[in-house]
């Protein structure tokens, strides 16, 4: 008789054991479309084809150049050489753009308008991403072509992670690369690796991915791999504050998919949790944060503004994860396509409700 650890763990995994249960020959009868995809991504090597593919498709990004943040990065890295002083600053803080210590030379540079609030504040704690820039600094020249080719490195990288993630969990096979297919493919990843300052997205999604994954693992009894799991939080918290998403995937897998009693399954979560309260120490004390923007939004010290705005960008994150347009593209709307914003609007109330 099973236990009822062994019932949730075989619960948890029982879409996977679904589509391995079936046989070759039952998936080759299905008809039509399904039927193709799913002979397709069950051959031994799609996954890595899928990645190829993937890479592939982001490869225009290389010869597109350079643009906005990718030039305050690189006057950053010229140190004293640099004309404009409100941008001098060490070459682990490329993404200290505005603070109220610079803001005044920032203005008399002409980088900012005379009118801005003296207090705005856009300054992210991403010294790993840093480190890559200033990789591209000393050893690429700043070539530009160069700077795309390494950050699509970075996205295959994030590729192989997703892969190993969906493959832990769902085991290899037509599911997991069902997965993979699904967030290779999608328009979101073209950004990211178009723009060069954003690659600190691809190395905290990268490096939260195996976070994830290595959790999973060291539940499954590799010890070495619960160590490695925050580990790889925190480090992929210094390229990007954007990491601290996955801390959402850990939470629903240790309500859905750990097993034990709730408050051991929590407790296994304090790692992630002393690394997070660590990394939002050092954030606040050494004067980060978004302040004043009127674009970005701090949950913790605007969340009137924050909540305020949060309906909308919700809606166009649900519609872009649904099939819809590119959720970034809301900022751009009433600058480029004035009106477009209502139709987009209308479409995800639409979408979503459907």
């Known amino acids: 008789m099973r236990t009822s650890a062994e019932a949730r763990r075989d619960g948890g995994d029982s879409i996977a054991g679904a589509f391995r249960a ?10 039509g479309a399904y039927g193709f995809i799913e002979r397709v991504l069950g051959q031994p090597r799609a996954d890595l084809w899928i990645i190829l593919l993937a890479t592939l498709l982001v490869s225009p990004s290389i010869p597109s150049g350079l643009a906005a943040d990718d ?160 580990l790889a939080l925190g480090t992929g918290m210094l390229a990007s504050e954007g990491a601290i998403a996955v801390t959402a995937y850990l939470f629903a897998y240790t309500l859905y998919l750990d097993t034990g009693t709730l408050r051991a399954r929590f407790t296994r979560l304090t790692p992630y949790a002393v690394i997070v309260l660590a990394w939002a120490a050092l954030y606040r004390g050494l004067g980060y944060g978004i302040a004043r923007s009127g674009l970005y939004f701090d949950p913790l010290r605007d969340p009137v503004a924050f909540l305020h705005t949060l309906p909308e960008r919700f809606a166009m994150l649900w519609l872009a994860q649904l099939g819809g347009p590119w959720s970034e593209g809301w900022n751009a709307y009433p600058v480029m396509f004035p009106g477009l914003e209502y139709v987009v609007a209308a479409m995800a109330v639409f979408v979503i409700a459907g």
């Open 71 to 230: 030039f305050v990065h690189e006057l950053s890295l010229l140190g004293s050489a640099n004309p404009l002083v409100g941008f001098r600053r060490s070459a682990l803080d490329l993404f200290r753009f505005a603070f109220p210590t610079v803001n005044r030379s920032l203005v008399d540079d002409g980088v900012l308008p005379w009118w801005i609030d003296p207090n705005v504040r856009f300054a992210f704690f991403r010294p790993l991403a840093s480190v890559t820039h200033l990789f591209d600094h000393l050893f690429l020249g700043d070539n530009p072509v160069l700077m795309h080719v390494h950050t699509v490195l970075w996205h295959v990288l994030t590729l192989i992670a997703a892969r190993a993630l969906f493959r832990a969990i769902f085991g290899p096979g037509f599911l997991a690369t069902l997965a993979l297919c699904l967030y290779a493919l999608d328009d979101a990843r073209g950004s990211p690796v178009a723009w060069v300052a954003n690659r600190n997205e691809l190395i905290a999604c990268a490096l939260s991915l195996w976070a994830v994954t290595w959790h999973h693992q060291g539940r499954q009894g590799q010890t070495v791999k619960r160590w490695l799991a925050p």
């Open 22 to 31: 079936a046989s070759p020959a039952r998936r080759a009868s299905r008809p």
